[in-house]
T-cell receptor, first 110, second 120 residues
Framework: DAKTTQPNSMESNEEEPVHLPCNHS???????IHWYRQLPSQGPEYVIH???SNVNNRMASLAIAEDRKSSTLILHRATLRDAAVYYC???????????FGKGTKLTVNP | GAVVSQHPSWVICKSGTSVKIECRSL??????MFWYRQFPKQSLMLMAT?????????EQGVEKDKFLINHASLTLSTLTVTSAHPEDSSFYIC????????????????FGPGTRLTVT
């Protein structure tokens, strides 16, 4: 499994954009990059995933570096409900297992 | 979106007893479900992969005789913690993927709300 490095914590203000970085320099060519988040006392929630191209959905955008050694999850306008631990998880193409690291705890200030 | 439920949401049991936790996919079918454990202020740890109609695959260090997994149908997997002890107290979470989706890593997983187990 590719190793990931994420900041332990980040802070943002409500209604401002948030850029959550993830370094995955050991990623292989067939690894998908997944992002999940976990609100307190809840199960994780899928956010977004991609392989090479940048991806957008209703929750967030995923910007993947050209060399794929890093990616950035972008929340365009943070809300208080976005306060959670965000996990960046590379998954091998043929695998189905999610291996969670420590993630980034995002605090959103009103 | 797809929904995964867990029952019970919390349970307290006495040391030495067994506890069963159910994980259901409510609006999709899942050939594969996953079980995780999470201790306070720690990340999720994958315990096992539950396969419908076959034996579960356990991660290294997880006792298969202590954590019994049964995946009897395409919508239900159960985790039984046998002879529970206080150190088994944890937050247990399951996840599943829709079997209609693309295989491998190009899919999203849906997580249950978790079951908090306290062993006294």
């Amino acid at each position: 499994d590719a190793k990931t490095t994420q900041p332990n914590s980040m802070e943002s203000n409500e209604e401002e954009p948030v850029h959550l970085p993830c370094n995955h320099s050991t990623i292989s060519g067939t690894d998908y990059i997944h992002w999940y988040r976990q609100l307190p006392s809840q199960g994780p929630e899928y956010v977004i995933h991609g392989l090479t191209s940048n991806v957008n959905n209703r929750m967030a955008s995923l910007a993947i570096a050209e060399d794929r050694k890093s990616s950035t999850l972008i929340l365009h306008r943070a809300t208080l409900r976005d306060a959670a631990v965000y996990y960046c998880i590379p998954i091998q193409g043929g695998s189905e297992k999610l291996v969670f690291g420590k993630g980034t705890k995002l605090t959103v200030n009103p | 979106g797809a929904v995964v439920s867990q029952h019970p949401s919390w349970v307290i049991c006495k040391s030495g007893t067994s506890v069963k936790i159910e994980c259901r996919s409510l609006d999709f079918q899942a050939t594969t479900m996953f079980w995780y454990r999470q201790f306070p202020k720690q990340s999720l740890m994958l315990m096992a992969t539950s396969n419908e109609g076959s034996k579960a695959t356990y991660e290294q260090g997880v006792e298969k005789d202590k954590f019994l997994i049964n995946h009897a149908s395409l919508t239900l997997s159960t985790l039984t913690v046998t002879s529970a002890h206080p150190e088994d107290s944890s937050f247990y979470i399951c996840s599943a993927r829709d079997m209609r989706g693309a295989g491998g890593a190009n899919y999203e997983q849906y997580f249950g709300p978790g079951t908090r187990l306290t062993v006294t």
